[in-house]
């Protein structure tokens, strides 16, 4: 089993910032990588960004590029996000994302809130 917490999300300006956590614990030492991915109203679930446990390798979704940094804190077991220049359209709910044996865990989500 394989918990996962986030928290950061809220209610930023266009053009602002907000870093995201997410805290894992359980069977962590067999994640191979964790994910953000979001969900808008009315749209489907769409991959954010990844990082692997081991290495730290990165990649993201070409509309995050340049403004989101994945990152990992191995001692604390946590991932972040950290979002910059936000747009109106980065609006959603957040969701940390890992896959252990095969099967797939997800956080409960946090909701970012960008205004125009």
């Known amino acids: 089993q394989v918990q996962l917490v986030e928290s950061g999300g809220g209610l930023v300006q266009a053009g602002g910032s907000l870093r995201l956590s997410c805290v894992a614990s359980?069977?962590?030492?067999?994640?191979?990588?964790l994910d953000w991915y979001r969900q808008a109203p009315g749209n489907e679930r769409e991959f954010v960004a990844r990082i692997s446990w081991i290495g730290g390798g990165t990649n993201y979704a070409d509309s995050v590029k340049g403004r989101f940094t994945i990152s990992r804190d191995g001692a604390k077991n946590t991932v972040y996000l950290q979002m910059s220049s936000l747009k109106p359209e980065d609006t959603a709910i957040y969701y940390c994302?890992?896959?252990?044996?095969?099967?797939?865990?997800w956080g409960q989500g946090t909701q970012v809130t960008v205004s125009s």
């Open positions: 994302h890992t896959v252990v044996d095969k099967q797939d865990y």
């Open positions: 359980g069977r962590t030492l067999s994640t191979y990588a």
